[in-house]
């Protein structure tokens, strides 16, 4: 596909389906970036959207937006990618960052309900308001599907509350919040992802305790066993969503700046991108939380 003149291409692979594969092309994706003043992302390979991928997208979509001063453009979308991402409100939350390279095609139909139990669209967080009534919405996905106790549903819902919140105090920035319930052979899960642009958590925590001298990867782990900024209110925080996340079989993704962590039962992993790369700005967390049972399908648009 030949780039016109002032024009970068990025071409993607079909990494979206998972938090791993889009973890994996934001760490490539960081070192390709071409310097011209407008950028399209080919984006054709693309056949499956999970949440993580779908925040991560937005998220570089608006961070290059922010660099050129003009929107991305998609280009390319599998008819099915594109209702998918519409469904979600995709568009709309990159209202004036993203825009996609042809309109979806006249007759399809997006089934959507605001009152839904199956996806929660990436709905922008800038607000306390905004984080109450996003996390309300995933709460009742969560307790619909994976059987949670009041006690425990009121826990989880305070573990993403506080992830929003973070966004509002912590990173300068706005964020957005969305989720999607899957059903496989043996259980169903809930996918929610959150992801800011704002200044991260190494230089977050780095204002509180400046001198402590970490990686980014180190901040993250640190994070994660329990140092705030939030000082003597505490806090929940991401000690508690690796904790709930592994305990019912799923997973925990961090990536912040240039620094990576992934928390599995029983495993952690960290690493850093190259000290040259340099990595994409924010915070982006991929949680999957688990319920055993299920009917064997895996359940996309709702």
């Known amino acids: 596909m030949a780039a016109a003149a002032g024009v ?6 079909d990494c979206l389906g998972s938090p791993t594969r889009a973890d994996t092309w934001l ?3 960081a070192g390709a970036v071409p310097t011209t003043e407008r950028i399209d992302l080919d984006v054709a390979p693309v056949s499956f959207v999970c ?6 997208l937005l998220s570089v979509c608006q961070h290059l937006a922010r660099e050129r001063g003009r929107p991305v453009q998609l280009v390319g979308l599998q008819e099915h990618v594109h209702a998918y991402l519409r469904r979600v409100d995709f568009f709309k939350a990159g209202a004036g960052a993203v825009v996609a390279d042809r309109p979806l095609r006249w007759g399809v139909e997006i089934p959507r309900s605001l009152a839904s139990l199956n996806v929660l669209e990436l709905t922008v967080v800038r607000s ?3 984080v109450y009534d996003a996390t309300a919405r995933a709460l009742r996905i969560l307790t619909t599907w994976l059987g949670l106790d009041a006690g425990v549903a009121q826990h ?9 919140e973070n966004v509002i105090e912590h990173s300068r920035d706005s964020g957005v919040l969305v989720a999607q319930k899957y059903e496989f052979a043996g259980w169903t899960e809930v996918q929610l992802a959150i992801a800011d642009l704002g200044i991260g958590i190494r230089q977050s925590l780095h204002t509180a305790y400046a001198g402590l001298d970490e990686t980014p990867a180190g901040w993250i782990r640190r994070a994660v066993a329990g140092l705030s900024c939030r000082g003597d209110r505490g806090g ?5 969503i690796r904790r709930l996340a592994t305990q019912t079989g799923g997973s ?5 700046g240039a620094g990576r962590a992934m928390y599995a ?3 952690a992993w960290y690493s850093d991108l190259q000290a040259d790369v340099g990595g994409l700005p924010g915070t982006q967390l991929a949680v999957t939380l688990r319920s055993m049972g299920g009917t064997g399908r895996r359940t996309e648009v709702q």
Do not use: D, F
């Open 156 to 164: 989880v819902g305070c573990c993403i509350a506080e992830a929003c």
């Open 252 to 256: 925990l993704l961090i990536r912040s």
């Open 8 to 13: 970068g291409v990025i071409r993607l692979a």
């Open 265 to 267: 039962p029983g495993h």
């Open 128 to 130: 306390l308001r905004e």
């Open 27 to 29: 760490a490539q994706v």
């Open 51 to 56: 949440p993580y991928g779908a925040a991560v």
């Open 236 to 240: 929940v925080g991401l000690s508690e």
